[in-house]
């Protein structure tokens, strides 16, 4: 019995020494998962914060994958219903589309009468009434919109960080964006002013950004719509979206000026290529019009005119997809 105590502290003294190498192992083992996480670029946090991060990533891709579903949703009815009345719109005009069709009407006259004046026949009569009552009024409207839409990204920049300027100044949203259609003239003033008009009835502002987007179908202006979307969910900064918008768009337009500098060769030899052919027949029609009398007063010389200008449209359409470089 005299050994028990010997025994008893013996035994203690080899709990408490396990205890404290358990201790220190676990320890050093902690250290290094801590130090193979840093280098893996993982969080050194607490289960919490990993839960906090993992709930946080989860939001942003449901926020994302909502976006990406709305954006698509939009894009196909935009797909769908490119209607003449939102041609108008996009193209700046205030006219009804009944007014657009009287317009057609009367520039097909003056086709089917230019087509008369120069001697032609029945095609090529027909084929100035086809062209001057559904294609040229077309092409114009597409030209005027495309003229608005570039006026538009060159002065949208600047609106921007405008617009972050007033927001830092302590100004509300609606009233920035309401200065900014005052401030600025043009497409953008005019869109904003909407955006504006639509607001004060009680419509959200990235909701009427988004049929913005429908009047101003344009890259930049749809990631306009979709930062102020992220805003109003996420409660970020608008500011600070706004500014990095303003940095994207001034990048993509010099990206764009860049690309319109490198292709200028080719654009200009399409160019020269397509209109030789109308060069030379007008210069033939006014030196020898007996020459190509043939092609105007007979039916086959009609065909003849058809098969040329369509077989010239092909080309053209295939040289401008060939130069045509989207960013």
């Not at 939009?74 to 317009?103: H, P, Y």
């Not at 830092?168 to 259609?181: D, H, Q, Y």
């Not at 030196?287 to 065909?303: C, M």
Request: hydrophobic letters at 50%.
């Amino acid at each position: 019995m005299e050994f028990l105590p010997i025994i008893i502290a013996v035994i203690t003294v080899l709990v408490i020494a396990g205890t404290i190498i358990a201790l220190m192992m676990n320890r050093e083992s902690t250290r290094k998962k801590r130090m193979m996480s840093v280098i893996k670029g993982q969080s050194s946090g607490g289960d919490s914060q990993v839960d906090e991060k993992d709930l946080q990533n989860k939001r942003r891709a449901e926020i994302a994958k909502k976006l990406k579903d709305e954006k698509a949703d939009e894009k196909a009815d935009a797909e769908n219903k490119v209607t003449l009345k939102l041609m108008l719109q996009q193209a700046g005009l205030s006219i009804s589309v009944a007014q657009f069709w009287i317009f057609s009407v009367l520039s097909m006259i003056s086709f089917v009468v230019l087509a008369k004046l120069i001697g032609g026949g029945t095609m090529l009569l027909i084929m100035g009434a086809v062209i001057g009552l559904l294609g040229f009024p077309r092409f114009v409207i597409k030209k005027m919109a495309a003229k608005r839409q570039k006026n538009f990204l060159m002065e949208f920049p600047d609106a921007l960080e405008a617009t972050v300027r007033l927001l830092k100044a302590g100004m509300p949203v609606s009233e920035a964006i309401a200065m900014i259609s005052k401030e600025f003239d043009g497409p953008v003033g005019e869109e904003m002013e909407r955006i504006y008009d639509k607001q004060k009835i009680g419509i959200p502002l990235h909701e009427a950004a988004m049929e913005c987007t429908k009047r101003m179908p344009l890259a930049e202006m749809q990631m306009f719509a979709t930062g102020l979307s992220i805003q109003a969910q996420t409660g970020s900064s608008l500011s600070e979206v706004l500014m990095n918008l303003s940095g994207v768009i001034r990048a993509r337009f010099k990206l764009k000026r860049k690309i319109k500098a490198l292709s200028s060769e080719a654009v200009a030899s399409a160019a020269i290529i397509a209109s030789l052919p109308l060069v030379v027949t007008g210069g033939l029609y006014f030196l020898n019009y007996e020459y190509l009398e043939v092609l105007f007063i007979t039916r086959t010389g009609n065909i003849l005119i058809f098969g040329a200008l369509a077989w010239m449209g092909v080309g053209c359409f295939i040289m401008k997809q060939m130069i045509n470089f989207k960013v």
